[in-house]
C-alpha cells in the first residue's frame, strides 16, 4: 500500500497556520518544526495548515511556539463537525485576511489606473503629471504592499528571504529611484515626458521615473493573492459542503418526552426522533418505525433505502418515509460524515514526492533569484550601460520570479481533485495514492460484496406440475418469515415481493441442519433439505431432482418445499452479482487494466460469477490467509496491482496490494487498510476513483510544468533587459492565477456512474 506512515509513530496534532503568502513560507516553517527534538512535520501553503507527529504526551502549545517564533501565526483547529468547525467552515469571503486583501486591492486599482494610464500614453502627461504620479502611487507603495514590506523585514530579521522579499525588494527599488529622479535628477522638471516600452530602454538614469513599476508591480500581485486565496476557498468547497450535510439540532427522547438540543449535545445511547423530511442526526440503529432513507447526499445513491428496526442508518442522510426513533451509536469525529471529512482533508494536507521536490526548489529558489538580480545590475553596469537600464533590469528579474506558482502546483489540484471525489463519494486517503493510480495495470476483485451483493437472494421459483406459484411461495415464504436464517430471510423477503403479505404460521418447529415445518392456512409445510421431504415421504420428480443438481453444480443453495404429503417445487438461493457489475468490468478493461476475480468459494460458483460480468482470470477457493499470497504473486510477475475488497478477511490484500480499495459498504478494518474508500456500494465508483486519481495526477503535472517552465524562460528575458518590471509583474501575477485555474478545472470531472 502507499501510504506508509506507522499507525504508531506517535501523536497527531493538527495546527492552522496564518501569515502565510508563499510557499517558501510553508518551507521555513516546516523546517523550524522539524528541528524539534521528535517532531515530524508537514506544512501545506494552500491548505495553511501543518499535520503535525510528535511524542505521546507532547504540548501542542511548544509548537504554536515555535511557529510565532518564525513570524507566524498558529492555532489548534476546532474538532470536526463541531459548532465552531462548521461556523469556520463556512464563513467564505468572511475571512479578515481576504476582507484585507479585497481592501488594498480596490485601493491599489484606483490608484493605479491612472498611473499607468499617464506611463503609457504620452499624450495623457500634462506638465506636472509626474508628481501627479507620485502622489498617487505612494500610498499604494507604503499602504497597499506594506503586508509584502512587513514580511520582507520579518524574513530579515529571521536571516531568511521568500517571495515577499522579492516584492518589496522590487517595489521600494522602484519607488525610490523615482523619489531619487524626482528630487535630485531632471524627472522632476515641468513637462518631462517618456513614452512606455515593453523593453527596456537604456537612458542617463536620472531622468525616469518608474512608479508605474511599483504601483503597477504592487496592484498585479495583489489582485493574484486575492484571486488566489478566493480560489483555494473555492477549492475546498467541497469539504465544507459534506461537514454541513448533518443536521443542527436534534429531537432526543429524555422520559419519554422529546427534546430539541442542539446535536452537539447528543450522547452515545440517546434515543431520538426523526420526522419524514428531517435528516439522522448521527449514526445509529432503528428502534422502532420503518421508513426509507435518502443517502444521496452523502453516497451518491439515488434510490432511497428501505430501514426498520434493527438497520443501522447514517447521520446526515434524510428520512423520507415514516417516523423514525433511533439510538445513536457514534457521534462527533466518531461519525461516518466526520471521518470522511477527515479523510479528505488528510489528503488534501499530505504531499506527494512531486510536492517535495517543488518545495525544495522553491525553498531556495528566493536567495538564487536574489542573486541573479545582483548579477544582472552588475553586468549591465560592467558593460557600460547607464544606471536607470541596469537597476530596471535588476528590478524585472526580482518581480518576475515567482515561486509561488510551484508551491500551488501540487495542494490546488490535490485539494479540488479530492474535494470532487468526496461529492462523488470517492474519499483519496493520501497524495502518494495519485502516484499509484497512474502504475496500477491490474484489478483484482472479491466476489462477496464487491461484485455481488454479499446477501443471499431468492433468484428462482420451479414448482412441480399441478402446483401453483404463488401458493408455494405464499405457504413457503410464511414458514420461513418465522425464522430467522439468512437463507429464510432471503425466501421470505422474495415471497413478500411477489405475493404480498403472508400468513401467520402455526405450530413453527426448527429442525437443525434441516430445516423448518409448521402450519400454514391448515396445511403442513416442510421447507428445507431434500432429507427432510424424504422423512415425510415427500420426493422430488426426477425433473425436478434434475434441476435442483444442476442447481447446486453452479453454487447456488437450492431448498425443497411440501405440503400434505406431497413435494411441491424448490426454491433457489444465490448471492446475486450487482446490477453495476459488469458495466464496472468493462470500464476498468477500457482504462487498461486487467481484472481478476478473488474469492473464498468453489470453483464453478467463482467461474459462473466471473463469466457473468465478463472476468477470464479467476482464483478461486483462496483462504482469507492467503489472498495475501496472490497479490504477492501476482506482484513478482511485474504486475502492479491494485485490490477491491470489503471484508475483514480482505485488509491484509488491501494493504500488501499496491493500491488498496475498500468498499465503503463494508468492515471498518477493510477500509482502515486501503488507500481509497468507496462510500457507495457501486463498483464503477472505483473506476471513477482511479479516472479521478490519473486526471488530478495529470493536472499536477501540468501545474508543474508551466510553474518550471515560466520561470526557466522569464528569467533570462527580465536579465537580458527584454521585459518591463510592470509587465514582468502581471506575468507574474498570472502564473499563479493560471495554475489555481487550472486546477479547478478538476471540479467538472464527470463520473462512469449515471444520475
Same mark, same amino acid.
Given at each position: 500500500?502507499?501510504?506508509?506512515?506507522?499507525?504508531?509513530?506517535?501523536?497527531?496534532?493538527?495546527?492552522?497556520?496564518?501569515?502565510?503568502?508563499?510557499?517558501?513560507?510553508?518551507?521555513?516553517?516546516?523546517?523550524?518544526?522539524?528541528? !524539534?527534538?521528535?517532531?515530524?512535520?508537514?506544512?501545506?501553503?494552500?491548505?495553511?495548515?501543518?499535520?503535525?507527529?510528535?511524542?505521546?504526551?507532547?504540548?501542542?502549545?511548544?509548537?504554536?511556539?515555535?511557529?510565532?517564533?518564525?513570524?507566524?501565526?498558529?492555532?489548534?483547529?476546532?474538532?470536526?463537525?463541531?459548532?465552531?468547525?462548521?461556523?469556520?467552515?463556512?464563513?467564505?469571503?468572511?475571512?479578515?485576511?481576504?476582507?484585507?486583501?479585497?481592501?488594498?486591492?480596490?485601493?491599489?486599482?484606483?490608484?493605479?489606473?491612472?498611473?499607468?494610464?499617464?506611463?503609457?500614453?504620452?499624450?495623457?502627461?500634462?506638465?506636472?503629471?509626474?508628481?501627479?504620479? !507620485?502622489?498617487?502611487?505612494?500610498?499604494?507603495?507604503?499602504?497597499?504592499?506594506?503586508?509584502?514590506?512587513?514580511?520582507?523585514?520579518?524574513?530579515?530579521?529571521?536571516?531568511?528571504?521568500?517571495?515577499? =522579499?522579492?516584492?518589496?525588494?522590487?517595489?521600494?527599488?522602484?519607488?525610490?529611484?523615482?523619489?531619487?529622479?524626482?528630487? #535630485?535628477?531632471?524627472?522632476?522638471?515641468?513637462?518631462?515626458?517618456?513614452?512606455?516600452?515593453?523593453?527596456?530602454?537604456?537612458?542617463?538614469?536620472?531622468?525616469?521615473?518608474?512608479?508605474?513599476?511599483?504601483?503597477?508591480?504592487?496592484?498585479?500581485?495583489?489582485?493574484?493573492?486575492?484571486?488566489?486565496?478566493?480560489?483555494?476557498?473555492?477549492?475546498?468547497?467541497?469539504?465544507?459542503?459534506?461537514?454541513?450535510?448533518?443536521?443542527?439540532?436534534?429531537?432526543?427522547?429524555?422520559?419519554?418526552?422529546?427534546?430539541?438540543?442542539?446535536?452537539?449535545?447528543?450522547?452515545?445511547?440517546?434515543?431520538?426522533?426523526?420526522?419524514?423530511?428531517?435528516?439522522?442526526?448521527?449514526?445509529?440503529?432503528?428502534?422502532?418505525?420503518?421508513?426509507?432513507?435518502?443517502?444521496?447526499?452523502? =453516497?451518491?445513491?439515488?434510490?432511497?433505502?428501505?430501514?426498520?428496526?434493527?438497520?443501522?442508518?447514517?447521520?446526515?442522510?434524510?428520512?423520507?418515509?415514516?417516523?423514525?426513533?433511533?439510538?445513536?451509536?457514534?457521534?462527533?469525529?466518531?461519525?461516518?460524515?466526520?471521518?470522511?471529512?477527515?479523510?479528505?482533508?488528510?489528503?488534501?494536507?499530505?504531499?506527494?514526492?512531486?510536492?517535495?521536490?517543488?518545495?525544495?526548489?522553491?525553498?531556495? #529558489?528566493?536567495?538564487?533569484?536574489?542573486?541573479?538580480?545582483?548579477?544582472?545590475?552588475?553586468?549591465?553596469?560592467?558593460?557600460? #550601460?547607464?544606471?536607470?537600464?541596469? #537597476?530596471?533590469?535588476?528590478?524585472?528579474?526580482?518581480?518576475?520570479?515567482?515561486?509561488?506558482?510551484?508551491?500551488?502546483?501540487?495542494?490546488?489540484?490535490?485539494?479540488?481533485? =479530492?474535494?470532487?471525489?468526496?461529492?462523488?463519494?470517492?474519499?483519496?486517503?493520501?497524495?502518494?495514492?495519485?502516484?499509484?493510480?497512474?502504475?496500477?495495470?491490474?484489478?483484482?476483485?472479491?466476489?462477496?460484496?464487491?461484485?455481488?451483493?454479499?446477501?443471499?437472494?431468492?433468484?428462482?421459483?420451479?414448482?412441480?406440475?399441478?402446483?401453483?406459484?404463488?401458493?408455494?411461495?405464499?405457504?413457503?415464504?410464511?414458514?420461513?418469515?418465522?425464522?430467522?436464517?439468512?437463507?429464510?430471510?432471503?425466501?421470505?423477503?422474495?415471497?413478500?415481493?411477489?405475493?404480498?403479505?403472508?400468513?401467520?404460521?402455526?405450530?413453527?418447529?426448527?429442525?437443525?441442519?434441516?430445516?423448518?415445518?409448521?402450519?400454514?392456512?391448515?396445511?403442513?409445510?416442510?421447507?428445507?433439505?431434500?432429507?427432510?421431504?424424504?422423512?415425510?415421504?415427500?420426493?422430488?420428480?426426477?425433473?425436478?431432482?434434475?434441476?435442483?443438481?444442476?442447481?447446486?453444480?453452479?453454487?447456488?443453495?437450492?431448498?425443497?418445499?411440501?405440503?400434505?404429503?406431497?413435494?411441491?417445487?424448490?426454491?433457489?438461493?444465490?448471492?446475486?452479482?450487482?446490477?453495476?457489475?459488469?458495466?464496472?468490468?468493462?470500464?476498468?478493461?477500457?482504462?487498461?487494466?486487467?481484472?481478476?476475480?478473488?474469492?473464498?468459494?468453489?470453483?464453478?460458483?467463482?467461474?459462473?460469477?466471473?463469466?457473468?460480468?465478463?472476468?477470464?482470470?479467476?482464483?478461486?477457493?483462496?483462504?482469507?490467509?492467503?489472498?495475501?499470497?496472490?497479490?504477492?504473486?501476482?506482484?513478482?510477475?511485474?504486475?502492479?496491482?491494485?485490490?477491491?475488497?470489503?471484508?475483514?478477511?480482505?485488509?491484509?490484500?488491501?494493504?500488501?496490494?499496491? !493500491?488498496?480499495?475498500?468498499?465503503?459498504?463494508?468492515?471498518?478494518?477493510?477500509?482502515?487498510?486501503?488507500?481509497?474508500?468507496?462510500?457507495?456500494?457501486?463498483?464503477?465508483?472505483?473506476?471513477?476513483?482511479?479516472?479521478?486519481?490519473?486526471?488530478?495526477?495529470?493536472?499536477?503535472?501540468?501545474?508543474?510544468?508551466?510553474?518550471?517552465?515560466?520561470?526557466?524562460?522569464?528569467?533570462?528575458?527580465?536579465?537580458?533587459?527584454? !521585459?518591463?518590471?510592470?509587465?514582468?509583474?502581471?506575468?507574474?501575477?498570472?502564473?499563479?492565477?493560471?495554475?489555481?485555474?487550472?486546477?479547478?478545472?478538476?471540479?467538472?470531472?464527470?463520473?462512469?456512474?449515471?444520475?
Amino acid at each position: 500500500m502507499s501510504t506508509s506512515a506507522p499507525a504508531n509513530a506517535g501523536t497527531g496534532v493538527e495546527l492552522e497556520i496564518g501569515g502565510m503568502t508563499c510557499a517558501s513560507c510553508a518551507m521555513r516553517i516546516e523546517k523550524k518544526l522539524n528541528k !524539534l527534538d521528535g517532531v515530524v512535520a508537514t506544512v501545506n501553503y494552500a491548505t495553511e495548515k501543518a499535520k503535525v507527529t510528535v511524542p505521546d504526551g507532547y504540548d501542542p502549545a511548544a509548537l504554536i511556539a515555535e511557529v510565532e517564533k518564525t513570524g507566524y501565526s498558529a492555532s489548534i483547529p476546532a474538532p470536526k463537525g463541531s459548532k465552531n468547525d462548521a461556523a469556520s467552515a463556512g464563513e467564505g469571503t468572511a475571512d479578515p485576511e481576504l476582507r484585507s486583501l479585497r481592501n488594498r486591492l480596490i485601493g491599489a486599482i484606483v490608484l493605479t489606473v491612472p498611473v499607468i494610464a499617464m506611463a503609457m500614453i504620452p499624450a495623457l502627461q500634462f506638465t506636472y503629471w509626474q508628481w501627479a504620479s !507620485l502622489a498617487l502611487a505612494a500610498p499604494v507603495i507604503l499602504w497597499a504592499a506594506w503586508p509584502f514590506h512587513r514580511a520582507a523585514w520579518m524574513n530579515l530579521r529571521h536571516g531568511t528571504a521568500t517571495m515577499d =522579499t522579492l516584492i518589496s525588494l522590487g517595489t521600494s527599488a522602484a519607488f525610490l529611484w523615482s523619489l531619487y529622479a524626482l528630487f #535630485f535628477g531632471t524627472a522632476g522638471t515641468p513637462g518631462m515626458t517618456h513614452p512606455f516600452e515593453f523593453a527596456l530602454a537604456p537612458s542617463d538614469g536620472a531622468a525616469n521615473i518608474y512608479l508605474e513599476v511599483g504601483a503597477g508591480v504592487t496592484m498585479f500581485i495583489l489582485a493574484g493573492r486575492y484571486f488566489e486565496k478566493r480560489s483555494k476557498k473555492q477549492a475546498g468547497a467541497a469539504l465544507r459542503a459534506l461537514l454541513e450535510l448533518g443536521a443542527k439540532d436534534v429531537a432526543v427522547l429524555r422520559g419519554g418526552v422529546e427534546t430539541k438540543i442542539p446535536v452537539e449535545d447528543l450522547r452515545v445511547g440517546d434515543q431520538f426522533v426523526v420526522r419524514p423530511g428531517e435528516k439522522i442526526a448521527t449514526d445509529g440503529v432503528v428502534v422502532s418505525g420503518t421508513s426509507a432513507v435518502d443517502a444521496s447526499m452523502l =453516497t451518491g445513491e439515488a434510490v432511497p433505502v428501505e430501514v426498520a428496526e434493527g438497520d443501522t442508518v447514517t447521520g446526515a442522510t434524510t428520512n423520507v418515509g415514516g417516523r423514525l426513533v433511533v439510538r445513536a451509536t457514534r457521534i462527533g469525529s466518531d461519525t461516518q460524515l466526520a471521518q470522511m471529512a477527515q479523510l479528505v482533508e488528510d489528503a488534501q494536507t499530505g504531499k506527494a514526492e512531486v510536492q517535495r521536490l517543488a518545495d525544495r526548489i522553491s525553498g531556495v #529558489f528566493v536567495p538564487i533569484v536574489i542573486v541573479i538580480a545582483v548579477v544582472a545590475l552588475g553586468g549591465w553596469l560592467g558593460a557600460g #550601460f547607464p544606471v536607470s537600464a541596469a #537597476f530596471t533590469a535588476a528590478v524585472a528579474v526580482l518581480v518576475i520570479a515567482c515561486p509561488c506558482a510551484l508551491g500551488l502546483a501540487t495542494p490546488t489540484a490535490l485539494l479540488v481533485g =479530492t474535494g470532487r471525489g468526496a461529492q462523488m463519494g470517492v474519499l483519496i486517503k493520501g497524495p502518494e495514492v495519485l502516484e499509484s493510480t497512474r502504475r496500477i495495470d491490474t484489478v483484482v476483485l472479491d466476489k462477496t460484496g464487491t461484485v455481488t451483493s454479499g446477501r443471499m437472494t431468492l433468484v428462482d421459483v420451479v414448482v412441480e406440475a399441478g402446483t401453483d406459484r404463488a401458493e408455494l411461495l405464499r405457504l413457503a415464504g410464511a414458514l420461513e418469515d418465522a425464522s430467522e436464517h439468512p437463507i429464510a430471510q432471503a425466501i421470505a423477503k422474495g415471497a413478500t415481493q411477489e405475493v404480498g403479505t403472508l400468513p401467520m404460521p402455526e405450530d413453527f418447529a426448527n429442525i437443525e441442519g434441516k430445516g423448518v415445518q409448521g402450519i400454514v392456512d391448515g396445511h403442513a409445510v416442510l421447507v428445507g433439505r431434500d432429507s427432510l421431504l424424504a422423512e415425510w415421504s415427500q420426493t422430488l420428480s426426477p425433473e425436478l431432482a434434475s434441476t435442483k443438481a444442476r442447481a447446486e453444480g453452479e453454487g447456488k443453495t437450492v431448498v425443497a418445499v411440501g405440503w400434505d404429503g406431497q413435494a411441491r417445487g424448490i426454491l433457489v438461493v444465490a448471492d446475486t452479482v450487482k446490477p453495476s457489475s459488469a458495466e464496472a468490468i468493462a470500464q476498468f478493461t477500457a482504462i487498461g487494466l486487467t481484472p481478476i476475480l478473488l474469492t473464498g468459494d468453489n470453483d464453478a460458483v467463482a467461474r459462473r460469477i466471473a463469466a457473468e460480468v465478463g472476468i477470464d482470470e479467476v482464483f478461486a477457493e483462496v483462504l482469507p490467509k492467503d489472498k495475501v499470497d496472490v497479490v504477492t504473486r501476482l506482484q513478482r510477475e511485474g504486475k502492479t496491482v491494485a485490490m477491491i475488497g470489503d471484508g475483514v478477511n480482505d485488509a491484509p490484500a488491501l494493504a500488501q496490494a499496491d !493500491l488498496g480499495i475498500a468498499m465503503g459498504t463494508g468492515a471498518d478494518v477493510a477500509i482502515e487498510a486501503s488507500d481509497i474508500t468507496l462510500v457507495r456500494g457501486d463498483l464503477r465508483s472505483a473506476v471513477d476513483a482511479i479516472r479521478l486519481s490519473r486526471r488530478t495526477l495529470g493536472t499536477i503535472k501540468t501545474n508543474l510544468f508551466w510553474a518550471f517552465a515560466y520561470n526557466v524562460a522569464a528569467i533570462p528575458v527580465a536579465a537580458l533587459g527584454m !521585459l518591463n518590471p510592470m509587465l514582468a509583474g502581471a506575468a507574474m501575477a498570472l502564473s499563479s492565477v493560471f495554475v489555481v485555474g487550472n486546477s479547478l478545472r478538476l471540479r467538472g470531472f464527470r463520473s462512469v456512474i449515471p444520475r
